[in-house]
């Protein structure tokens, strides 16, 4: 069974068709690419996704669980998280402390167990420490772990992101566009990044405009244009698809 | 029905146009220097005092009185504009919140030290002189706070939309940093907006001063009231601000009439969080993302 | 916590139960104990205000309303001091639901204009419902809290001001304890991602109105339960003393002191609690220089005390090593 089948997924914005019923499928354990030029709709489906839009129609279905409409945390309690762009963290706050805020909707005590202190909260803390500490040494952040987010370097920012979105322990990971403004050795250092999450179990689902990331690590590529779905196959059989071709160099064209 | 309900009515027009007028001031400074100007009724109160000044001191009739205190008061904006509010032009929106609060504080308790507490009136011959219209009388002063507010709303309206730098308020109010990049010369906008919208508080201190009493508290509710209207009407919309503001003070007036005194002041507030419940974009704003 | 600080913040706890024994001025302990209500206030309004990142002006109404069910439970219904402050802190409770549920959906300027036109609804009703709350005339004669019996072996009486500061200094450590918990579990966590990026919050699965909620929730209970204590304690209430300016107070007091901590607010409610007192001096042009002051506070220090004294340490560190760690005290 797919980990998420997406059927017929629309968003319409007023009169503009942003994604236009799109229909696709991901396997537990693969790493899909998603690509298209500028404004093909490839954030919104993500937005969609993660319950940030409501779909105009269509349905989203997530480890065999309809999801579509839920709520943005609900969906992220059921294990699909997705990160950012841009770099976005809680930069005013420890690395550390970014971790453990990750963890929160996979802790069950509440706030008696805040005040009192009580015995599982206390197991729950430490357990919630310890994985920190595993996740962050994973992502090659430990040393900077007690320092404030905005004050280590941009790449490590980045990675810190994946980093608290890993905490939420996903059973699918929405990368958005992870290597954009990266240098070839940070961009090469993603890419074993990625691979290495998906050996822990996680599937992936990227959005990407760099070609040789997506070419390298994707087992198979999905590409949008004008919130449609041109084509879908292999990295050899994307590269070749004529449709795909005209797509990119029509928007270079009028770029 | 009876004519008490027109003269309401009436009277509800005239407050509502002097809350136009603030209201307008409020939008301006709000559109255009994202300020949320607190100490905006200060300077409504301080307008109101230099009229009465200017009356008891120099002997000035009443509209040249009126036409000189715009103008003192935009240069008290000019001079805001200089030493506070270019300087903290980057400062977040919270702390410039708090420096006007500051700012209101520090202007009315100073009106209060000069002038003390004690309450004037603007003397002026049309508080005397009734106006019959349709079987009611109403004082002209009333009048006179709608016609001047009508001919003053329109001469802004005019200058916002035909005046070069009308323009290029609107422009900056818009997209900054574009307008900036299109070569529009930001800081004389600011001067002009800021003065602008001090003359018109000032405008509607004087005109109301009348009416009711001079006093240096006078200006603590009417900001509360503009930044109602304000949301009533939709952040930035000129229109909007005329609307609201007339039919605030309608409705003020009649449910003070009708339902009960106590709720004058705070029909504003309660009209306010209910529009935000519904319909946060207001009566014509966009929604603001 | 690092013992150096554990030590330092135990003798001040201990220093403030030995006040009232060195220093026996009257005046003093009033001021103190006025200083005390209004750092509940201040902490509590932080939990919104600074944890959370939403501004809200209506602590005013929280204090008010708590205070007056606190003072006409006692005064109508004969309750006990000690069942009106609880019932107090749920009246509370209960309004910022009322308030909250439809608010917290807006964005952040809108839900502060929300709480604008809420705090004067609600002095409005209070001022209005003449019957109910004696309207502007107020309520006097509000009865201070009833003693405590032991059995035969102690009674506790709260009619003197010594009795009441240390109830005050009780409840106030009571409040610190209760939020510095809260703030450092998983919902203090969640506060300060609201605050930080809401997006980024949703994206890792908070529930960012109901967190929202929660944070107006328990800074309305604590500032019921400063409204009790003021009512039982000034024995005459008013609407005066809960209008919107009540709340700019308290916003500046944890403005001024250092919003998102947790001594910056407890500094800027003694600060902003002793200033007009000090000021009497100059009487009459107090609240002018009171104006001026909050300005050029606000210009200079826009971190509050907290970011100036932080600065201030940094300062020392920076010339020698041995005093590195001197900022982390300012640091709570």
Same mark, same amino acid.
């Not at chain 2, 001191?57 to 000189?68: D, K, N, R």
């Not at chain 2, 011959?125 to 219209?133: A, D, I, N, S």
């Given at each position: 069974?797919?980990?998420?089948?997406?059927?017929?997924?629309?968003?319409?914005?007023?009169?503009?068709?942003?994604?236009?019923?799109?229909?696709?499928?991901?396997?537990?354990?693969?790493?899909?690419?998603?690509?298209?030029?500028?404004?093909?709709?490839?954030?919104?489906?993500?937005?969609?996704?993660?319950?940030?839009?409501?779909?105009?129609?269509?349905?989203?279905?997530?480890?065999?669980?309809?999801?579509?409409?839920?709520?943005?945390?609900?969906?992220?309690?059921?294990?699909?998280?997705?990160?950012?762009?841009?770099?976005?963290?809680?930069?005013?706050?420890?690395?550390?402390?970014?971790?453990?805020?990750?963890?929160?909707?996979?802790?069950?005590?509440?706030?008696?167990?805040?005040?009192?202190?009580?015995?599982?909260?206390?197991?729950?803390?430490?357990?919630?420490?310890?994985?920190?500490?595993?996740?962050?040494?994973?992502?090659?952040?430990?040393?900077?772990?007690?320092?404030?987010?905005?004050?280590?370097?941009?790449?490590?920012?980045?990675?810190?992101?994946?980093?608290?979105?890993?905490?939420?322990?996903?059973?699918?990971?929405?990368?958005?566009?992870?290597?954009?403004?990266?240098?070839?050795?940070?961009?090469?250092?993603?890419?074993?990044?990625?691979?290495?999450?998906?050996?822990?179990?996680?599937?992936?689902?990227?959005?990407?405009?760099?070609?040789?990331?997506?070419?390298?690590?994707?087992?198979?590529?999905?590409?949008?244009?004008?919130?449609?779905?041109?084509?879908?196959?292999?990295?050899?059989?994307?590269?070749?698809?004529?449709?795909?071709?005209?797509?990119?160099?029509?928007?270079?064209?009028?770029? | 029905?009876?004519?008490?309900?027109?003269?309401?009515?009436?009277?509800?027009?005239?407050?509502?146009?002097?809350?136009?007028?603030?209201?307008?001031?409020?939008?301006?400074?709000?559109?255009?220097?994202?300020?949320?100007?607190?100490?905006?009724?200060?300077?409504?109160?301080?307008?109101?005092?230099?009229?009465?000044?200017?009356?008891?001191?120099?002997?000035?009739?009443?509209?040249?009185?009126?036409?000189?205190?715009?103008?003192?008061?935009?240069?008290?904006?000019?001079?805001?504009?200089?030493?506070?509010?270019?300087?903290?032009?980057?400062?977040?929106?919270?702390?410039?919140?708090?420096?006007?609060?500051?700012?209101?504080?520090?202007?009315?308790?100073?009106?209060?030290?000069? =002038?003390?507490?004690?309450?004037?009136?603007?003397?002026?011959?049309?508080?005397?002189?009734?106006?019959?219209?349709?079987?009611?009388?109403?004082?002209?002063?009333?009048?006179?706070?709608?016609?001047?507010?009508?001919?003053?709303?329109?001469?802004?309206?005019?200058?916002?939309?035909?005046?070069?730098?009308?323009?290029?308020?609107?422009?900056?109010?818009?997209?900054?940093?574009?307008?900036?990049?299109?070569?529009?010369?930001?800081?004389?906008?600011?001067?002009?907006?800021?003065?602008?919208?001090?003359?018109?508080?000032?405008?509607?201190?004087?005109?109301?001063?009348?009416?009711?009493?001079?006093?240096?508290?006078?200006?603590?509710?009417?900001?509360?009231?503009?930044?109602?209207?304000?949301?009533?009407?939709?952040?930035?919309?000129?229109?909007?601000?005329?609307?609201?503001?007339?039919?605030?003070?309608?409705?003020?007036?009649?449910?003070?009439?009708?339902?009960?005194?106590?709720?004058?002041?705070?029909?504003?507030?309660?009209?306010?969080?209910?529009?935000? =419940?519904?319909?946060?974009?207001?009566?014509?704003?966009?929604?603001?993302? | 916590?690092?013992?150096?600080?554990?030590?330092?913040?135990?003798?001040?706890?201990?220093?403030?139960?030995?006040?009232?024994?060195?220093?026996?001025?009257?005046?003093?302990?009033?001021?103190?104990?006025?200083?005390?209500?209004?750092?509940?206030?201040?902490?509590?309004?932080?939990?919104?205000?600074?944890?959370?990142?939403?501004?809200?002006?209506? &602590?005013?109404?929280?204090?008010?309303?708590?205070?007056?069910?606190?003072?006409?439970?006692?005064?109508?219904?004969?309750?006990?001091?000690?069942?009106?402050?609880?019932?107090?802190?749920?009246?509370?409770?209960?309004?910022?639901?009322?308030?909250?549920?439809?608010?917290?959906?807006?964005?952040?300027?809108?839900?502060?204009?929300?709480?604008?036109?809420?705090? $004067?609804?609600?002095?409005?009703?209070?001022?209005?419902?003449?019957?109910?709350?004696?309207?502007?005339?107020?309520?006097?004669?509000?009865?201070?809290?009833?003693?405590?019996?032991?059995?035969?072996?102690?009674?506790?009486?709260?009619?003197?001001?010594?009795?009441?500061?240390?109830?005050?200094?009780?409840?106030?450590?009571?409040?610190?304890?209760?939020?510095?918990?809260?703030?450092?579990?998983?919902?203090?966590?969640?506060?300060?991602?609201?605050?930080?990026? $809401?997006?980024?919050?949703?994206?890792?699965?908070?529930?960012?109105?109901?967190?929202?909620?929660?944070?107006?929730?328990?800074?309305?209970?604590?500032?019921?339960?400063?409204?009790?204590?003021?009512? &039982?304690?000034?024995?005459?209430?008013?609407?005066?003393?809960?209008?919107?300016? $009540?709340?700019?107070?308290?916003?500046?007091?944890?403005?001024?002191?250092?919003?998102?901590?947790?001594?910056?607010?407890?500094?800027?409610?003694?600060?902003?609690?002793?200033?007009? $007192?000090?000021?009497?001096?100059?009487?009459?042009?107090?609240?002018?220089?009171?104006?001026?002051?909050?300005?050029?506070?606000?210009?200079?220090?826009?971190?509050?005390?907290?970011?100036?004294?932080?600065?201030?340490?940094?300062?020392?560190?920076?010339?020698?090593?041995?005093?590195?760690?001197?900022?982390?005290?300012?640091?709570?």
């Amino acid at each position: 069974m797919p980990v998420l089948e997406i059927s017929n997924l629309t968003k319409h914005f007023g009169g503009l068709v942003a994604v236009n019923a799109v229909d696709f499928s991901v396997n537990s354990g693969e790493i899909v690419g998603v690509i298209g030029p500028n404004g093909a709709g490839k954030t919104t489906v993500f937005n969609l996704l993660t319950g940030v839009y409501l779909p105009t129609g269509g349905r989203i279905l997530f480890g065999g669980i309809d999801i579509t409409g839920w709520k943005p945390q609900e969906v992220v309690k059921k294990g699909l998280v997705r990160t950012f762009q841009q770099t976005r963290v809680l930069f005013s706050i420890p690395v550390m402390e970014n971790l453990l805020t990750g963890f929160h909707c996979r802790t069950r005590s509440g706030i008696w167990g805040a005040v009192w202190q009580t015995g599982s909260k206390e197991v729950e803390d430490r357990s919630c420490r310890d994985q920190a500490l595993e996740i962050l040494n994973f992502m090659g952040l430990l040393k900077y772990k007690d320092e404030l987010a905005r004050n280590i370097p941009q790449d490590a920012q980045r990675r810190l992101g994946i980093a608290v979105a890993m905490a939420t322990q996903p059973k699918m990971f929405l990368l958005d566009e992870p290597t954009v403004g990266m240098n070839p050795s940070e961009t090469q250092e993603m890419i074993r990044l990625i691979g290495a999450i998906r050996e822990r179990g996680t599937t992936i689902l990227l959005i990407e405009h760099d070609m040789r990331v997506v070419m390298g690590i994707c087992q198979r590529i999905i590409v949008l244009n004008y919130g449609l779905k041109i084509a879908e196959g292999s990295p050899e059989e994307i590269r070749k698809n004529p449709e795909v071709i005209a797509a990119y160099l029509g928007s270079e064209e009028s770029a | 029905m009876d004519t008490t309900f027109f003269i309401h009515l009436a009277n509800g027009l005239a407050i509502g146009s002097s809350y136009v007028l603030i209201a307008l001031g409020f939008t301006l400074i709000f559109g255009i220097l994202d300020i949320i100007q607190l100490a905006h009724g200060e300077i409504y109160m301080l307008g109101a005092y230099c009229t009465y000044f200017l009356l008891e001191l120099t002997g000035m009739s009443f509209f040249p009185a009126l036409v000189v205190s715009a103008f003192v008061l935009a240069a008290v904006g000019l001079l805001l504009e200089r030493i506070l509010f270019r300087p903290l032009r980057t400062v977040p929106l919270l702390n410039l919140l708090l420096i006007t609060i500051g700012l209101s504080i520090f202007l009315m308790n100073l009106a209060n030290l000069l =002038w003390t507490p004690e309450q004037r009136t603007i003397p002026t011959p049309y508080m005397l002189k009734t106006l019959h219209f349709l079987g009611l009388a109403i004082t002209v002063q009333r009048v006179l706070v709608v016609v001047v507010s009508i001919i003053v709303m329109i001469a802004v309206i005019l200058f916002i939309r035909r005046s070069r730098i009308g323009k290029a308020m609107r422009a900056v109010a818009q997209d900054k940093e574009g307008a900036a990049v299109a070569g529009i010369n930001i800081n004389l906008v600011r001067y002009v907006t800021l003065a602008v919208g001090c003359g018109l508080a000032s405008v509607a201190g004087s005109l109301v001063g009348p009416i009711y009493l001079v006093e240096p508290t006078m200006g603590a509710t009417p900001v509360y009231k503009a930044f109602v209207i304000v949301i009533l009407g939709g952040m930035g919309s000129v229109g909007g601000s005329i609307v609201g503001g007339l039919l605030l003070g309608v409705i003020e007036t009649l449910s003070a009439a009708y339902i009960s005194l106590a709720l004058k002041d705070t029909v504003a507030f309660i009209l306010m969080v209910l529009i935000l =419940w519904v319909r946060p974009a207001g009566l014509f704003g966009k929604i603001l993302e | 916590m690092s013992s150096k600080k554990g030590i330092i913040y135990l003798l001040i706890i201990v220093l403030l139960f030995f006040l009232p024994t060195i220093i026996k001025d009257s005046y003093f302990l009033y001021m103190a104990i006025l200083s005390g209500i209004f750092v509940i206030l201040a902490l509590s309004l932080n939990v919104i205000v600074g944890y959370a990142g939403q501004m809200s002006f209506c &602590h005013s109404a929280f204090f008010g309303v708590g205070a007056y069910t606190s003072a006409l439970l006692v005064m109508n219904l004969k309750f006990s001091f000690w069942l009106a402050l609880p019932l107090a802190m749920v009246a509370a409770l209960i309004l910022a639901f009322i308030i909250g549920y439809p608010s917290l959906r807006l964005r952040g300027p809108y839900f502060a204009i929300v709480t604008v036109g809420c705090a $004067e609804v609600v002095r409005s009703i209070l001022y209005n419902w003449v019957d109910l709350t004696g309207g502007p005339m107020g309520l006097p004669k509000i009865p201070p809290p009833d003693p405590i019996r032991l059995g035969n072996l102690f009674t506790l009486t709260f009619n003197t001001r010594q009795s009441y500061y240390y109830l005050v200094l009780v409840f106030v450590l009571l409040t610190l304890f209760i939020i510095i918990k809260l703030m450092k579990s998983k919902a203090g966590r969640a506060f300060i991602a609201i605050r930080e990026d $809401e997006g980024f919050a949703r994206s890792i699965g908070i529930d960012i109105k109901g967190y929202k909620i929660l944070a107006f929730a328990i800074s309305a209970i604590f500032a019921g339960m400063a409204g009790s204590l003021y009512a &039982h304690y000034i024995l005459f209430i008013s609407p005066v003393s809960f209008t919107i300016a $009540e709340s700019i107070n308290v916003i500046l007091m944890v403005i001024i002191g250092g919003m998102g901590t947790m001594v910056g607010p407890i500094f800027g409610a003694i600060l902003l609690t002793a200033l007009p $007192e000090v000021l009497r001096a100059v009487a009459d042009y107090r609240m002018v220089l009171y104006g001026l002051l909050l300005m050029l506070v606000m210009i200079f220090l826009p971190g509050g005390l907290m970011a100036a004294l932080r600065a201030v340490a940094s300062l020392f560190s920076k010339g020698s090593g041995i005093a590195a760690k001197g900022g982390s005290i300012a640091r709570t």
